[in-house]
Nanobody, 124 residues
């Protein structure tokens, strides 16, 4: 399984970005996908996750609820993370990850496959 995250960049506080995670190498619709982020000097943190099917179960970290939205397009083998009302504390490297087992899990060690990450920087 290969995961390619993209869409990061520099944005002012209050702005928006949309991240994409493209998957190849396996049947995309068999995998639950999550987004995590890691700020300098901090542990990797759960952001959002979505179950296998488009429009399926989702889960969000408390710090992003109401601001971020995760979705997927199984026809395009891609998961999206729409990030609105960005704050400086949202700054970090954003990683997408995939798991074959069921459930929209929040723990790093429950995901088998990881992409390389994309950097999001929110200026104040």
């Amino acid at each position: 399984v290969q995961l390619q995250a993209s869409g990061g960049g520099l944005v002012q506080a209050g702005g928006s970005l949309r991240l994409s995670c493209a998957m190849s190498g396996r049947t995309f619709s068999n995998y639950n996908v999550g987004w995590f982020r890691q700020a300098p000097g901090k542990e990797r943190e759960f952001v959002a996750a979505i179950s296998r099917r488009s429009g399926g179960d989702t889960n969000y970290g408390d710090s992003v609820k109401g601001r971020f939205a995760i979705s997927r397009d199984n026809a395009k083998n891609t998961v999206y993370l729409q990030m609105n009302k960005l704050k400086p504390e949202d700054t970090g490297i954003y990683y997408c990850a995939a798991r074959r087992e069921s459930g929209v899990r929040i723990a790093v060690n429950e995901y088998e496959y990881w992409g390389q990450g994309t950097l999001v920087t929110v200026s104040s």
